[in-house]
């Protein structure tokens, strides 16, 4: 018996493999970094008294988001550059100065600067609303320059605690 091969026809496709990269440079980054932020200032700032802005500023999310850029930045940097971390554990003006001479460290203390000034204003924005007073002051400095809105907020717009009734001594 003759063995009958048949061939079959197949159709030979390319097969495409998607590779989806995102190359940002740093400047992107940046720049996306700056508006990440944006809108829970605007919401703070413009819509302070609404159940919207109130859910959105409960949220931790956009601290974990951003945290976690900045972890990885800095992780990133430290990787490339050992000497940074020695900067960062003993610091000097001269450390310092040149850790942020590449625009790596510069964006990610522009990050966590980024950061901790959204803290502040929303620590500022749930500390007006408990009080009942308006905040939008202290806001927009926070925004502009973090510590003075801060001090601002503290030293002239936060009312002033109500002395409690001193505790006796058994």
Excluded: C
Excluded at 3 to 13: A, F, G, N
Excluded at 25 to 30: A, P
Excluded at 108 to 127: K, P, Q, S
């Amino acid at each position: 018996m003759k063995r009958i091969r048949k061939r079959r026809k197949t159709l030979k496709t390319p097969v495409v493999k998607a590779k989806f990269e995102i190359k940002a440079s740093l400047n992107d980054l940046f720049r996306l970094a700056n508006l990440v932020v944006l809108p829970f200032w605007l919401l703070m700032l413009l819509l302070p008294r609404t159940g919207l802005t109130r859910r959105v500023m409960n949220s931790n999310l956009i601290f974990s988001l951003l945290g976690a850029g900045y972890t990885t930045v800095l992780v990133q940097g430290l990787r490339q550059n050992p000497s940074g971390f020695k900067a960062l554990s003993n610091p000097d003006l001269d450390g310092i100065t040149k850790l942020f001479a590449s625009k790596q460290s510069v964006f990610a203390g522009w990050v966590h600067f980024l950061t901790f000034d959204l803290f502040v204003g929303r620590w500022i924005y749930m500390d007006s609303l408990e009080r009942g007073k308006p905040a939008r002051l202290s806001l927009l400095l926070t925004f502009l320059a973090g510590p003075l809105g801060l001090l601002f907020y503290l030293n002239f717009a936060r009312p002033k605690a109500r002395p409690s009734s001193e505790v006796k001594a058994a």
